[in-house]
């Protein structure tokens, strides 16, 4: 009886901190344009304009080729719906994630590639020239951003002594953070992963079409309708959710060790407070920077691969 | 006001004047003036250091003892011969049009601010003020490098100042570790970083921090030094160099930069025993000796001729201080004095030759120098005789000196293969510059006669350093011995 | 947040700029990153000497960060401005290689610094490490890079591994001895400045690997 009321606790718990981050997601997209277009003396889109956008794009016809499988019509539910998932394996309020006891890292990085399949297998579905381009480049740096991204997460996670992010972040808070130059070298690491993994200025730019350099949007250029709502949603959430992980990872402190109200709400403007700065970053990042090219995308991401290993050396110096 | 102070004010002030006023007139004389007299102030400096007192200034950030005074009257005696030349070889130059205001500007100027960083090195006591003022020499020199803008000298100046920077930060690191390794035991002030107060403290340096710090130091001066494998710059400074600045790189800057290493060796020698760093010393000086070897054999160019010769030196000298006995000590310091009595004479001659043909390769000026220009040749003959260690002249005696250090010494095998390569370098020297200058014109038809030699002040410089030379051989000054030997008991033998 | 964190924080951030630096292909990037890199050199100066009370420190503190960190990086900037070259850089090695090698280098850096005696500061054996790390990348950047205004940079990077080493483990350099040596550098980067936009004039290219008429 316990076990099951616990199992219902978690579910509830999980489904609570998936809405939340489907909430927030859309206003952290439009908040890093906005930030983006002040810095380049223009006046931005309104705060809300992710949820309009997500609402227009709700309210309208799917249109779909004539050539699409079901796989077209999968690829973004099984997109939105392993995003969503890994979302409950993370700390986010509350030092513990709801879906725990279902895993750590391991399955928080396998969650995301499902995700990242899903999408890339969409878009070679219907045939279209840019569909498999966009796969084909996402797929590349992939393949190199995959392993920096673990290799960061388990760098940071041999601090903590823990594989399983809930505990981790309980250990960090509870023995307190003992710096070491290997964390900051991690962090950058993952900052330019999460950079490059949310098709950011210098990896992708999410502002323009542009045939030759563009990945993700390349990607989902068939889509329109709900189908496009759930991806750009999904996106923005997965955007959120890497943020979030470099938080918790990094700087735990302000979670809530407890489920009382008072402290969950001073998590809650913590951690909006701690994204907001890393939001910063990322604005700061895309506007000094200018698009890499394709060839050139690589390179970088094995920086970050090479600031891991090295994050993962020193600990043991 | 105190003598050594006097000593650094005089080619400083000679410095600006040279540098920024007067006409041309007015700065030959400041500049031969200046030098003139801050030989003569080095002099009076050594003698007061004989007469028993040590010079110091700057709670004795500057100090003058044994090897300081040494290396100082060497330095002194190069400044005035090169101030001499460099009259003469400017005047040169301005008869072929060579020389613009600027270049007239920075000759006058640098030559002098040249001569005092050197001279401030080789009375630096304290490690921080040593690195300064071999970086001065750095900076003060890149011009004189690139002095005649062409291609080759910008290339030149480049490798040299990159090069010796970075060879300075190594130095610089070194001497941060060794104040490091120092743990408090220094004391307070400017004074900690004195190398009095290392060699006083030695015993209770930390020895791991000392021996990182002594390693990067030596390779950063070693650098300077030219000590192969740091000394790629060298040869092409060497070829790019007005000779009167020539000549200052090769005898002021290496004897200053053999000074800065000396100092390191004698504190990781107080601290860790003499193999530590002797054993780097004599690894550097028999690889330098032994890199000579191929470039000289094969070499198209004088100058660069003689800055591979000038590499076989000062790898000769460090393998001296390398093996550390008092004879092998002895044998290179006086090797020091020899070199630098004996160098200038090539200088001179080698820069009179290029200037004559505009050009210092090999094939430019032709064989058979001796029936166009007897003078300059004659000079090049006697001055290569002494540098190559021919008896009778002295160099001859202080190798033979350092090599029978060796032989009785622990490293037999290591002064054997030294004794192999100072046997070849002896043979591609003399080959070298016998063809050059009696070698058969190849092709008499072709080449282009020269402006015929004159006397001039460059050439009666010349002859008066080849005249120094020739007399040191067979008589050495008793003050000049009894320095020899005050740097002797400074770098001290034995142990 | 304690001194030798945020000590930790600075070294290892200087050793993420160094690190970046080997990855970097844009010119002014790479020299931002060095202003960056010089920053945090300036603020580890200010933190020591504010938590130790060595104010003379405070000084050096002050110079990195006016020299290093402001005008050093504009100056160089000037001079890319005015020779107007292609602003990209071609390493002789590729980028993954370099990343590789440098990796190597940072390993034994901070090997060598486990050798140094336990200071009075928790952070001290970082700060050597990173220091020393930086050294030997600073050498790689030298030995494979053709730009002038590069390998000026790779010199400025070993500078400052150099200060590193000077600010994080002696207890400070005399303030005259601190002072020559920031008078030095400066005018040390002034010339290789000069002869960069001497030599672009002659070559009309920045490459160096070009100066390679002097052989043998």
């Known amino acids: 009886m316990d076990m099951v009321l616990s199992a219902l606790q978690a579910f509830a718990f999980a489904a609570l901190q998936a809405a939340l981050l489907l909430a927030v997601a859309p206003l952290l997209k439009t908040v890093i344009k906005k930030m983006k277009a002040r810095l380049q003396n223009r006046q931005g889109p309104p705060l809300l304009q992710g949820y309009y956008d997500l609402a227009k794009l709700l309210r309208k016809e799917p249109v779909r080729s004539e050539t699409a499988s079901w796989i077209y019509v999968a690829g973004p539910r099984a997109y939105f719906g392993a995003v969503v998932a890994a979302t409950t394996l993370v700390p986010v309020l509350v030092a513990g994630a709801p879906m725990e006891s279902a895993g750590g890292i391991l399955l928080l990085v396998g969650a995301l590639t499902f995700a990242r399949f899903a999408l890339a297998t969409a878009a070679l579905d219907t045939g279209s020239a840019f569909g498999g381009m966009g796969a084909s480049r996402d797929m590349t740096i992939a393949a190199l951003a995959e392993p920096a991204l673990m290799l960061g997460l388990f760098t940071s996670a041999l601090g903590a002594g823990s594989l399983n992010l809930g505990e981790l972040v309980r250990n960090l808070i509870v023995h307190g953070v003992t710096f070491h130059p290997s964390d900051v070298l991690a962090f950058a690491g993952l900052f330019i992963i999460v950079i490059a993994e949310t098709g950011r200025i210098p990896v992708d730019n999410p502002a323009t079409h542009l045939e030759l350099t563009m990945i993700h949007e390349a990607m989902v250029l068939e889509y329109a309708g709900p189908d496009l709502a759930l991806v750009e949603w999904a996106s923005a959430v997965k955007e959120l959710l890497y943020l979030t992980l470099l938080v918790d990872l990094f700087v735990p402190f302000g979670l809530a060790l407890t489920a009382e109200p008072v402290s969950v709400f001073v998590a809650l403007v913590v951690w909006l407070l701690k994204v907001f700065v890393l939001a910063v970053a990322v604005t700061i990042t895309e506007s000094a920077n200018a698009k890499l090219r394709l060839f050139r995308v690589p390179e970088l991401v094995s920086i970050s691969l090479g600031l891991a290993f090295l994050a993962l050396a020193i600990r043991f110096l | ?495 | 947040m304690a001194t030798s964190d945020l000590l930790i924080l600075c070294a290892a951030g200087m050793l993420v700029s160094a690190f970046l630096m080997v990855g970097q292909r844009a010119l002014f990037t790479t020299i931002r990153l060095y202003g960056v890199q010089s920053l945090f050199l300036g603020v580890v100066a200010a933190v020591i000497a504010l938590s130790e009370d060595r104010h003379e420190l405070l000084v050096t503190a002050v110079i990195t960060v006016a020299l290093k960190a402001v005008l050093i990086p504009w100056y160089l900037m000037r001079i890319i401005d005015r020779i107007g070259i292609h602003r990209e850089i071609e390493p002789f090695l590729n980028v993954p290689a370099s990343l590789m090698v440098c990796l190597g280098l940072t390993v034994v850096g901070y090997r060598v610094s486990t050798g140094f005696p336990q200071g009075g500061r928790a952070a001290s054996h970082h700060l050597i490490g990173v220091a020393l790390s930086m050294l030997l990348i600073g050498m790689f950047l030298m030995v494979t890079r053709k730009k002038a205004i590069t390998q000026i940079l790779a010199l400025l990077t070993v500078e400052n591994a150099v200060f590193l080493v000077a600010v994080g483990v002696t207890p400070g350099m005399p303030l005259v001895v601190e002072l020559g040596i920031a008078f030095d550098v400066i005018v040390a980067v002034l010339l290789l400045g000069i002869l960069v936009q001497r030599i672009v004039d002659r070559f009309e290219s920045m490459d160096i690997s070009r100066l390679s008429k002097l052989k043998g």
């Not at chain 2, 030759?353 to 000026?365: E, G, K, M, T, V």
């Not at chain 2, 021919?390 to 002064?415: D, K, N, Q, W, Y």
């Open chain 2, 1 to 495: 006001m105190n003598l050594l102070i006097l000593t650094l004010a005089v080619p400083l002030i000679a410095a600006a004047l040279g540098g920024f006023v007067g006409s041309r007139r007015f700065k030959e004389i400041v500049m031969v003036g200046g030098l003139a007299l801050t030989f003569i102030l080095c002099l009076l400096t050594a003698f007061e250091f004989l007469g028993g007192t040590v010079p110091s200034a700057f709670e004795e950030a500057l100090r003058v003892d044994g090897l300081s005074a040494l290396v100082l009257v060497l330095c002194g005696f190069v400044g005035v011969l090169s101030g001499v030349y460099g009259v003469g070889y400017l005047r040169r130059n301005e008869a072929r049009k060579l020389v613009t205001p600027r270049m007239r500007s920075e000759f006058f100027g640098l030559i002098p601010a040249y001569v005092f960083a050197m001279l401030l090195v080789s009375v630096s006591n304290n490690l921080g003020v040593l690195w300064i003022a071999v970086e001065l020499t750095t900076l003060a020199s890149v011009f004189l490098i690139t002095f005649h803008d062409k291609d080759t000298s910008l290339e030149a100046g480049w490798k040299f100042l990159v090069l010796g920077s970075l060879g300075l930060a190594f130095a610089l690191l070194g001497t941060v570790l060794l104040y490091a390794s120092g743990r408090g035991f220094l004391g307070e002030g400017m004074a900690r970083l004195n190398w009095t107060r290392f060699i006083e403290a030695a015993p209770s340096l930390h020895p791991f921090t000392l021996r990182l710090g002594v390693m990067f130091a030596l390779i950063g001066y070693g650098t300077k030094a030219g000590l192969a494998p740091m000394h790629t710059w060298k040869p092409d400074a060497y070829r790019e160099a007005p000779s009167p600045a020539g000549v200052l790189m090769a005898v002021g800057m290496l004897n200053g930069a053999l000074y800065c290493v000396l100092r390191i060796h004698l504190i990781s020698k107080a601290a860790l025993g003499p193999a530590f760093s002797g054993d780097l010393l004599l690894g550097l000086g028999l690889l330098s000796v032994l890199i000579a070897t191929p470039f000289i054999l094969v070499q198209w160019n004088l100058k660069r001729l003689l800055a591979y010769s000038s590499i076989e030196h000062v790898g000769i000298m460090a393998v001296g201080f390398g093996l550390g006995t008092e004879a092998a000590v002895f044998g290179a310091l006086l090797h020091m004095t020899y070199h630098s009595l004996a160098k200038p004479v090539t200088f001179f001659s080698a820069g009179t030759l290029a200037q004559l043909h505009s050009s210092s390769n090999f094939d430019r000026i032709g064989n058979g120098t001796f029936t166009r220009a007897p003078v300059a040749s004659g000079l090049l003959v006697l001055g290569s005789l002494i540098v190559m260690g021919s008896p009778p002249f002295g160099i001859f005696f202080s190798e033979m000196t350092i090599l029978r250090a060796g032989f009785s010494g622990p490293h037999v095998a290591v002064t054997a293969v030294f004794l192999a390569a100072l046997v070849v370098l002896f043979c591609g020297f003399a080959y070298q510059i016998g063809r050059l200058v009696l070698g058969p014109p190849r092709d008499p038809s072709d080449r282009r006669v020269p402006a015929p030699e004159r006397l001039d002040i460059s050439t009666s410089t010349a002859i008066v350093a080849a005249m120094v030379a020739v007399v040191s051989a067979f008589y050495l000054p008793a003050w000049l011995l009894a320095l020899i030997h005050a740097a002797s008991a400074v770098v001290g033998g034995g142990v």
